[in-house]
């Protein structure tokens, strides 16, 4: 039987997924930031945002980086959070107002329907969002868009599955157990810009010279692998969004294994589950 992707459902779908899943990420929030701290702190350095910078968030989600990106323009700048899911931006908000910053603001919208005013950013950035969007050349062009002549774009991916084992290890079981076919390529899904050279091409597509990227390893350290199923299990929508077709014994019995599965990356000193994340960027 032939699987035909329907963007539309997958769009739908992926909002469902995070409008349940926002309090997760949210309550996950110090785990996120320890696991892609270097690798924000890099994307936004690439994307230059500095005192007074202009920034636009794409999938900001909960909003850890945009947050850090508040704190970077201050006063005289000012962060512009967007998300397809609503609820996942109330959190963002909260953090914002509870961390005492006024220059972030959020706002529900379709990554691939930027509806902002053209050359209105100094700045885009996006953390693991770009792989989700079913139309990512649209997207991106809405990115390049939106950034002033000389902005600057810097987006976070997750590489090749082979250096994602903490991630792709429950992709390959759900996806075995659901009799799911592999994503055709172009298809949205965690690794669909990790290939060598992929992100860097797409943002070259899309305009964007100056186009460079960089790989930083960013291994998911918990104390054990139950948390690290538990973290994914609670707020991983993509996962989710691949059970969706198994019965609830079913996907217990997915979880069971991929909790087995999950264990080659513990000892006794805690869990390490591989990881690496590609950083890339270019400039309009």
Request: overall charge negative.
């Amino acid at each position: 039987m032939t699987v035909t992707f329907d963007p539309a459902r997958y769009k739908d779908t992926t909002r469902a997924q995070w409008q349940d899943a926002a309090a997760a990420w949210h309550a996950w929030g110090p785990t996120l930031e320890d696991w892609l701290g270097e690798a924000t702190t890099l994307m936004l350095d690439a994307a230059r945002i500095t005192s007074g910078t202009a920034v636009l968030d794409v999938a900001a989600g909960a909003g850890g980086q945009s947050l850090a990106a508040a704190r970077r323009v201050g006063p005289s700048g000012r962060v512009l959070a967007t998300d397809i899911s609503p609820a996942i931006l109330d959190h963002a908000a909260d953090a914002a107002s509870a961390a005492g910053l006024d220059n972030v603001t959020t706002q529900e919208l379709d990554g691939e329907r930027l509806d902002v005013d053209p050359a209105s950013f100094d700045a885009v950035i996006s953390r693991l969002g770009l792989i989700y969007f079913p139309d990512q050349p649209g997207a991106l062009a809405g990115q390049y868009r939106a950034l002033r002549l000389g902005g600057r774009i810097a987006a976070i991916v997750y590489s090749t599955p082979d250096r994602n084992g903490f991630f792709s290890i429950p992709v390959s079981i759900i996806r075995r157990r659901a009799q799911l076919p592999p994503p055709a390529p172009g298809q949205p899904g965690p690794f669909s810009l990790g290939g060598p050279g992929v992100l860097e091409d797409a943002l070259r597509a899309a305009g964007f010279r100056e186009v460079g990227s960089q790989a930083v390893p960013a291994p998911l350290r918990m104390a054990t692998a139950a948390d690290c199923v538990r973290f994914e299990r609670e707020s991983f929508g993509a996962l989710h969004q691949m059970l969706s077709g198994l019965r609830p014994p079913e996907r217990e019995q997915a979880w069971q294994e991929i909790d087995t599965e999950l264990t080659r990356f513990e000892d006794t000193s805690g869990f390490e589950g591989p990881c690496e994340l590609i950083v890339a960027w270019g400039v309009k």
